[in-house]
């Protein structure tokens, strides 16, 4: 159990840690982004529960209304909005990278708690495929929701703008990768080894507008 539960949530933390190592923070943002993330770990159950409801009642159960809304609007959403209310609102952000790393924290709380189910139920050789697939495209939806939310915090003009991106823009990459697990079958992989490198690229290339940015 415990060699199941490591490996379930080691992949999470060790992205967490190279996007929060990158800039020293003080005490009190140290404790947000554990907050953030424990949200992330606790945010998991309800979305399933509702997840659960509609495919029990047999709704949007077609590939793209699976894969946009099911999966990618439900949990996209539900992180965004705790992020939105936990650091935009409440939250200490002094520059556009500290919304990277709340976003990243969440993100991965939530995907780590959701492997620790899945490798439960599927087993520990599911461990590498799921630490390079899902596990990093969820801290990479948060890299991407986190920079504009940062941008939305930090920047006075075009608010909403950066605010409703932060949402569209992780939904619509969460659904595409979904839509491809959906199309694809068995050979999902001709299809996912592009979109992540191009969502690693997307991802790091936000980083790095936002150190530009802040300096």
Do not use: C
Not at 56 to 81: C, D, P, R, T
Not at 183 to 210: E, H, Q, S
């Amino acid at each position: 159990m415990f060699a199941l539960l490591t490996a379930a949530i080691a992949p999470g933390m060790a992205l967490l840690s190279y996007f929060y190592l990158r800039n020293e923070y003080e005490s009190t943002v140290n404790a947000l982004v554990f907050r953030t993330f424990i949200i992330g770990l606790i945010l998991v159950f309800p979305v399933m529960v509702l997840q659960y409801a509609f495919t029990a009642e047999g709704l949007l159960q077609a590939g793209l209304s699976q894969a946009f809304i099911l999966y990618g609007f439900f949990e996209e959403f539900f992180k965004w909005f705790m992020l939105y209310f936990f650091a935009y609102q409440y939250g200490q952000m002094k520059r556009r990278y500290d919304g990277i790393v709340y976003g990243v924290s969440l993100s991965l709380g939530f995907a780590s708690m959701e492997n620790v189910f899945y490798i439960l139920a599927h087993g520990l050789e599911t461990a590498v495929g799921r630490a390079l697939l899902p596990v990093s495209s969820h801290a990479l939806y948060g890299v991407i929701m986190g920079y504009y939310i940062g941008r939305a915090k930090m920047e006075n003009t075009k608010r909403k703008q950066f605010l409703l991106l932060s949402l569209l823009i992780p939904v619509l990459l969460h659904g595409v990768y979904d839509f491809i697990l959906l199309t694809f079958d068995m050979y999902f992989l001709i299809g996912l080894v592009p979109f992540m490198v191009g969502l690693w690229i997307l991802a790091l290339n936000k980083v790095k507008w936002a150190n530009k940015l802040d300096h």
